[in-house]
């Protein structure tokens, strides 16, 4: 393990012994323990630690996946992820090679090796632009989509590096043996996972009625109803998994400026309101609270529609309710012969806001003031207040022959015949909630 030490100026008083111990070949081990040691000191606060493997063959190492979108263009690479490096870097040839556009840094950082010997490319001058990273979670069947900033260093043998900055954002599941990484987080399940395509009676936008039909296997053509589109944009009714936001005493409220929009996001922001307004999802507010929103580009071009709670989110008094712990789950479903995967369209605007709590929602655009009729994206209760709604229903059968992860349902069963069964009993439990 080679130790990288990035810094925005040299620590000119290290003491003699300490250099005599970085210099010395034959103390490997002390040369990382006095340099760590030594970033503990006041006067070095600012060092920035890179941890980066050794290791001709790169078999030890965790590799990402990732495809990065440059402009229109998207490449792919594998990035390496270090939980001992505490920046995100990309190499300056594979810059060049991409066209990553690249701003210059506010605060320039020198790069030194653990013998304080200068690192080749000088300082770290410069970082990309916002760009859109896409991974596939693999255990999850999703992609996986965040803008990320990256530090421009000399790091050929490495590409990409995603240090602890990502890792503490996104705080993924690491299983360092099998090199899996799951992200189940509640903040990448509210703003980063996307679903992959699944069986088309789910989720085609495109099909036609009869088509659908064909598509949905013949045993559970009783329960097509539950498969219809026009059940995720009808107002689901006030019930006791409303979802509520209780503020902590004294809590400043938010407020924000309106976020300049392009000429094409204004009008994909028209349509958005336009059809929550007619489907009842959110109305024109008053509220002394406002909430920012802004768009980010999914991996297929279209936009996704975001509002910044996090002001909210910072005053609002945490429901502990548990999210399933992914592992887990897949143990205890690993046994079983046969599958079904369902995916609630609509997912969280299939439960109401609490009587009262709409007006915290509100959301600022240059069209005006709206607030949320139903549990928006990116509340900070909402994956907990989603869980246990689904639980509740379902909970006659969790564990027996179904788990639940938020808004997907996997139901599983050891032959068919039993399982056409556990399908039919999950079916009837979601049309009976008008799900």
């Excluded at 229109?72 to 040839?93: P, R, W």
């Excluded at 559970?220 to 944009?233: L, P, Q, R, T």
């Excluded at 300049?260 to 309101?273: F, T």
Aim: proline fraction near 6%; charge should be positive.
């Amino acid at each position: 393990m080679s130790l990288l030490w990035a810094k925005r100026s040299f620590c000119q008083r290290l003491s003699n012994q300490t250099k005599e111990q970085a210099r010395s070949s034959s103390e490997g081990r002390s040369q990382c323990t006095s340099r760590v040691g030594k970033l503990k000191h006041p006067r070095c606060r600012e060092g920035l630690l890179l941890g980066v493997t050794v290791d001709p063959s790169q078999s030890r190492h965790l590799k990402l996946e990732i495809r990065v979108q440059v402009k229109k263009e998207i490449y792919f690479k594998k990035a390496l992820v270090d939980s001992g490096a505490t920046g995100n870097c990309v190499d300056v040839q594979l810059v060049r090679a991409w066209g990553i556009p690249c701003i210059e840094k506010k605060n320039p950082e020198i790069i030194q090796a653990v013998d304080g010997k200068l690192l080749t490319g000088g300082p770290v001058t410069l970082q990309t632009i916002p760009l859109s990273m896409i991974c596939e979670d693999k255990i999850l069947r999703k992609n996986h989509e965040k803008k990320i900033i990256l530090d421009v260093i000399h790091a050929p043998q490495y590409g990409i590096i995603l240090g602890l900055p990502w890792l503490t954002h996104h705080i993924p599941e690491i299983n360092w043996a099998e090199r899996q990484i799951v992200f189940s987080s509640a903040l990448c399940n509210e703003q980063c996972l996307q679903k992959n395509q699944v069986p088309k009676v789910c989720n085609s936008n495109t099909a036609t009625a009869a088509e659908k039909e064909t598509q949905l296997p013949k045993q559970y053509s009783s329960y097509k109803d539950v498969f219809d589109e026009k059940g995720a944009e009808t107002l689901p009714p006030h019930r006791s998994y409303d979802c509520q936001i209780d503020l902590a005493p004294g809590a400043t409220l938010p407020n924000c400026r309106v976020y300049a929009l392009s000429e094409h996001e204004n009008q994909h922001l028209r349509k958005y309101l336009d059809q929550f307004l007619e489907n009842g999802f959110i109305r024109p507010s008053k509220s002394p609270a406002a909430s920012p929103l802004f768009f980010v580009p999914k991996a297929n071009g279209e936009l996704r529609t975001c509002i910044d709670y996090r002001g909210l989110n910072k005053v609002t008094i945490k429901n502990k309710y548990p999210l399933p712990l992914i592992p887990v789950l897949l143990e205890q479903v690993k046994r079983a012969k046969i599958y079904t995967k369902l995916d609630l369209r609509g997912a969280y605007h299939l439960v109401g806001m609490r009587e009262g709590d709409e007006w915290k929602t509100a959301f600022k655009t240059r069209y005006g003031l709206f607030e949320y009729t139903v549990m928006p994206f990116g509340l900070c209760n909402a994956p907990a207040a989603f869980q246990f709604f689904l639980n509740d229903v379902l909970r006659e059968y969790l564990d027996i022959f179904a788990i639940v992860y938020i808004d997907d349902i996997l139901i599983y069963s050891d032959n068919e015949n039993e399982h056409v069964q556990h399908v039919k009993k999950i079916l009837a439990a979601l049309r009976k909630h008008h799900l």
